[in-house]
């Protein structure tokens, strides 16, 4: 599949539906670190899921959990011919959007931390770094 040129405008957010998991499993497979199938069906359980699409297909999706004070980002994907067109930066842009100073002020993402590109992305879209093991934490604040 060939990178294109799409613009944020094109790209749709909406709730993710029973019939998108074919699509959910096949960008999530595109990954480093794909989920297995028990991690994605207590995913579908325990998390709110969200798809990126254009031209009525799904390119992307976001994977999150909700806390008092915070949102938790879980998983992050976007299909590998639609890398590098905003997509992702669109699923964060709706993420950012449900942030409040009064209730969420929060975003976090906790990332491995050999997954540099994924590092590099979350900085450019405004998330504070810090090491944590393993991981690094990423948080956006409002």
Known sequence: MQTQSITTDAVRIRWAIRSDIDAILRIDGQTSRPWLCAEYTRSR?????????????VVGFVAYSLFRRKYRIDRLAVDAGHR???????????MKEKLSPATRNRLVFDVADDLLEMHLFLKSQGFLASPRGEVIRFEFFV
Do not use: D
């Open 84 to 94: 590098r067109t905003g997509v992702a930066s669109r699923l964060i842009s709706h």
């Open 45 to 57: 359980r325990e998390n709110i899921q969200c798809v990126a699409e254009t031209q009525e297909q």
